[in-house]
């Protein structure tokens, strides 16, 4: 769930206060801040779900419709399509996992599952490969349920994840 957007932007200051925009990919972003020194400041927008090259973007797109409406398939094609192009690319490794196993080739499901990686979510890779090996040794339940189960714990990892971030580099 990393953001990659192409951003245009411009700034200015006057003493310590610093004002900037940006118009990028996904969206427009205005902040102002004071200070001394230098920093950088990174905005993303609409970036959460798919990450990675727009073109992965927009494939992923389709590919989660076709997912959605049991085309599995084809959605199976894009994110091979996708691995094949940039090998660690996280939520095609995660969505073509859960494919996998609505395809009933959990064994095959589960091993992508358990070897996602997002670099930049420590959390969150570690609740999907947990999860992951956990619900395997669950055959009883059903694809919708394990997607359900998946998802809920990627989330509740990645918002670990901010929280944490957000602790570290913020105080009262």
């Known amino acids: 769930m990393t953001a990659c957007n192409t ?24 902040g102002i801040g004071t200070g001394v020194g230098s920093g ?7 970036d959460l779900f798919l990450n990675g090259p ?6 992923h797109r389709k590919a989660m419709e076709d997912l959605k409406n049991g085309h ?3 959605a199976a094609a894009v994110f091979e399509n996708t691995l094949q192009r940039y090998p660690a690319h996280p939520d095609a490794t995660y969505f073509l996992g859960l494919t996998r196993i609505y395809q ?26 947990r999860t992951a090996a956990y619900l395997e040794n669950k055959p009883e339940l059903s694809a919708d349920k394990i ?10 990892g990645y918002n670990r994840d ?4 957000r602790e570290m580099t913020t105080w009262d």
């Open 54 to 59: 727009s073109d992965a973007r927009k494939a």
């Open 72 to 74: 599995y398939d084809a």
């Open 104 to 129: 009933g080739r959990r064994e095959d499901g589960y091993a992508l599952l358990k070897s996602y990686k997002e670099p930049n979510f420590f959390r969150m890779t570690t609740e999907v490969q």
């Open 40 to 46: 950088v400041a990174i905005a993303t927008y609409r």
């Open 7 to 30: 951003t245009v932007g411009v700034g200015g200051r006057t003493g310590t206060t610093r004002v900037g925009g940006s118009v990028g990919s996904t969206g427009s972003v205005v």
């Open 162 to 165: 901010l929280r944490e971030h």
């Open 147 to 156: 997607r359900e189960t998946m998802n809920r714990n990627r989330n509740d």
